[in-house]
């Protein structure tokens, strides 16, 4: 097994996720680690390719196993090209979403099943998995709200422009996956303000790091 800490951040439209990456970055750096930052989908050049089609607003007949399929192919580029290059070279990598994500949007919200996605995880990535996951929970109107303040509507991606019921499903999903992953997901409530959000992540990736830190 590779020798860095695999970290992943999860989260509905509007949760503070890209502040709160920033945040973890930030501090690591000031701790003398060099970690890396990663996304999904996208994460590498060819990753951004594939990216672009998946959230292109024109692509309305996007198949629902073609657009999974998509998010895997992204998925295992990154994980070869970056991800286990990088936990083997000993660095912790911050990755914005990764398969809890297609488990909640494409397995509850798509209602492809969750074990098409665990099935198409082995192929993609093998038995990598996450040393330590936060998921960000917001309830659905505050982070809409939120998310409407960023950006105009005229902005939507196409998975945004999915309904309320589409988006409680995945809510809840991320909610039972959390609960039943315990041993790596970390529950954060993320309507507090962002310093508060911050020092809860910190608490537990320092908790997780140790060995690194001190190396
Ligand atoms: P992105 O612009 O990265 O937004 P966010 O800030 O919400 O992460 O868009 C990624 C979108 O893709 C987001 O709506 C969630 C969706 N998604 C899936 O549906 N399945 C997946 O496996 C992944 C990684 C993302």
Redesign the pocket.
Known sequence: MPRGLFITFE???GSG??TQIEMLLTRLRDAGLDPVRT????GTVIGAQI?RI??DPANHALAPAA??LL??A??AQNVAELILPSLEAGRVVVC????D??VV??GA?RSLGADTVRRLHEIACGSLQPDLTFYLDIDLETGLARARNRNPPEAK?R??EQSLDFHTRVREAYLRIAAENEHRFRVIDARGDAGSVHAEIWRHTEAAIGSLLHA
């Open positions: 989260g509905t439209d996720k890209t996304a999904e989908p996208g990216r998946l959230l657009e999974m998010y895997f992204s998925r914005d979403r990764f398969t994500s297609t949007y494409q919200g991606d998975m945004e």
